[in-house]
């Protein structure tokens, strides 16, 4: 509850910022903002969710042994955490925005195609998924995480691609920013990989997430992720 308090109060914080600024500085910069603002909040509540044992090789490290199944057969991971948003639509004389419960025209009204892995770990859940529409800010927005069976994460957030720097990067997440082994070598010496934050672009979507891996790992992960994947639990 105290994540999306946070959360709320966070773009409570950034609207009247994106009032003052220029429509050159609502495209750069605080767009980045808000996405890597997100980021970091689906960080936090699932590092809590995760508890003490948070770490571990997550799927973009490669696990090749580890069954791989589609999304759309993962479970939740408790009680569903589904919401779209259509900010350009109110409901009563409050303002508040219209919840809609169609992700069929959710999607359809994003302004962007959705990437997601095809599949990801057997074991893994769906902890939380939300969109926004008509956002005066960055017109859609698509955020969504998972915990995977060794109890790391994995979260992405996507929007409309505005910036003209489309190349993929990392920077260590501040989320998730401690150092575990997760693999051994043949001589018995064992690597170390730590929670990471990357972004890129693939088509017309700019493509913010979290996981744990090296850059080079991450990067192939990223040029594999597939468009309109089916993710919702059947």
Request: hydrophobic share 45%; net charge positive.
């Amino acid at each position: 509850m105290g994540t999306l308090c946070f959360a709320a109060r966070f773009r409570q914080w950034l609207y009247p910022q994106w009032k003052k600024t220029t429509p050159f500085f609502v495209d750069v910069k605080w767009r980045w903002i808000q996405l890597v603002g997100y980021m970091l909040v689906s960080g936090v509540m699932l590092m809590a969710c995760s508890g003490p044992a948070f770490g571990g090789s997550a799927t973009p490290q490669g696990t090749a042994a580890v069954k791989q199944i589609a999304l759309s057969q993962f479970h939740w991971c408790g009680k569903p955490l589904m919401v779209f948003r259509d900010e350009g639509a109110t409901t009563g004389s409050g303002g508040a925005p219209k919840t809609v419960a169609d992700w069929v025209q959710v999607k359809a009204d994003l302004g962007f195609t959705v990437f997601l892995p095809a599949a990801l770990p057997a074991g893994a859940c769906l902890m939380s998924a939300s969109a926004t529409i008509h956002d005066p800010i960055f017109g859609g927005n698509f955020t969504i995480g998972y915990l995977l069976p060794d109890h790391s994460s994995i979260s992405f957030s996507e929007a409309p691609l505005r910036a003209q720097n489309t190349a993929f990067q990392c920077s260590p997440s501040p989320a998730g920013n401690s150092t575990k082994p997760v693999a051994t070598t043949k001589t018995g010496a064992k690597t170390q990989s730590s929670m990471q934050l990357c972004s890129g672009a693939r088509d017309t979507t700019h493509i913010v997430f979290s996981a744990q891996g090296a850059t080079p790992v991450l990067a192939q992960f990223f040029q594999h992720l597939q468009p309109n994947i089916a993710w919702i639990p059947a």
